[in-house]
Structures are given as structure tokens and as C-alpha cells.
């Protein structure tokens, strides 16, 4: 699916369900799927409440939330979800931290 498809569907689906979205709730929704994520990471490494497959089957679903939650944030800035993804993957993806220790990009 592309992020665009995405956004556009889950703009469609929170305006439907709760209204127009806000960023204040978009952010704390992200924050809560990133709080399940962590919480099986945890568990999964502990090795308790559950087993390694539940977990990682956990884990998946998280990330899945978290990708899905994210796109209410640009939404409410009126922000496209894959330009925004692009500009800091093209940015991200010239770092080099084996050459250059410091900053990832220069010494």
C-alpha cells in the first residue's frame, strides 16, 4: 500500500469515527502503539507473560499501528505522509556513521 493510499483512507476513517482530526490525539495515539511495542520488546526479552511467538506476533501488529497512527499526524498539519517519509529518508539514507562518527555526515 502506499502512504498517500494510506492517509487518505485513514483520514477518511478517523473523520468517520471521531471526527476531524487533531494533532494533539494523533500524536498521543502514536505514543500509545510505541508504549505496546516497547512493552513486548520488554516482555519478549524477560521472557515472560507470554511466549516468543506471542510476542513477536505482538511486535508486528505494533508496528503495523504505529505506521497506521502516524498518518493522522501530517494529516493535521495538512502534510502529505509519503513526502514527508521521502524527505527524511533521502536525508537519513546519506549518513554514514562508520566514516563519520560525529555527526554521520562529516567530521
Known sequence: ??????QREHD????TNFGEPQLLEAA???AEEV????????KMEQG???SREFHTAAIADAVGDIVI???GVPTALNMDYAESVQTAWDEVKQRDWTKHRGDGVSE
Open 1 to 6: 500500500m502506499e502512504l498517500s493510499e494510506l
Open 12 to 15: 477518511e476513517w478517523i473523520t
Open 28 to 30: 498521543l495515539v502514536v
Open 35 to 42: 508504549g505496546e511495542l516497547c512493552h513486548h520488546i520488554v
Open 48 to 50: 515472560i507473560r507470554g
Open 69 to 71: 497512527a502516524l498518518a
